[in-house]
């Protein structure tokens, strides 16, 4: 994201999520820091909210904890922050959900009481981590929606022109010790052995694989594909919540900057033929 100055400069915010206020310079941002003093967001997810509140019809200003309480809309997160998903639990009938415990939603295998439930859906960082086939995770994100529900996604993006997949062939494997640190051993589908070096997870309990690391126009094809209208990247800085990052560079000067920004979609209220 550009800012709206050329030099380095002191960004007041009010956190989106719980109103407090912030200070902060502005080459101090970064996607998954710049916390929040009082609730601990990161820009992240602030920039979740901030869709979110588009989404939903609440102001873009107001801080989620004073959103209106509306239990009609219904929503679902997949693995989403506690300090969030506490607050949207209390403004809609809203459940966090997991992939390995219940309330479960595995986005790779719906369970039929998903199916065209939910106002809005969020998923923030997770599908980097799916299992192929890719489009069927994205097929489903469309299906556990209503017509005309919203959608609030991100990954890890680049703006090359490629995905870059890790582990094409990744079918049947285990993540294993070895020599003080982790090998993927894979049966790709035609049954052969692969191992895979210097595997990268991302952290939290339990670690999660990255699978990829996707280029944007893959990312807003899948959602086209999958049948989502008004798909939009939300790349302008929203200096007043705090919602701004520059590019991510890699600790590899040839790896590509990652952009990251957050991106909404809408599941059409009529599905033409
Ligand atoms: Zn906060």
New binding site residues.
Partial sequence: MKLPFETAQIIEYR??????K?RLESNLFHRELAN??????NARF?GIIHVLADLVGEGELT?LQDWTVRKNILGAGMSDWP?YANLLGKKFSYENTFYDREPRLDIMNLAEKHMGRYDFVISTDVFEHVLQPLQQGFDNLFRILKPGGGLVFSVPYTRTAQTMEHYPGLHDYEILNFRGGKIIVNRDDAGRLQAYDNPVFHGGEGTTLEMRVFCETDVLSHLARAGFVNIRVHDQPQLSIGYYWPELMSADPSAPPLYAYIISARRPVIVSD
Avoid: D, S
């Fill in positions: 956190c989106n999520i719980c109103n407090g912030n929040c003093r009082k609730c601990g967001a602030r801080a300090g």
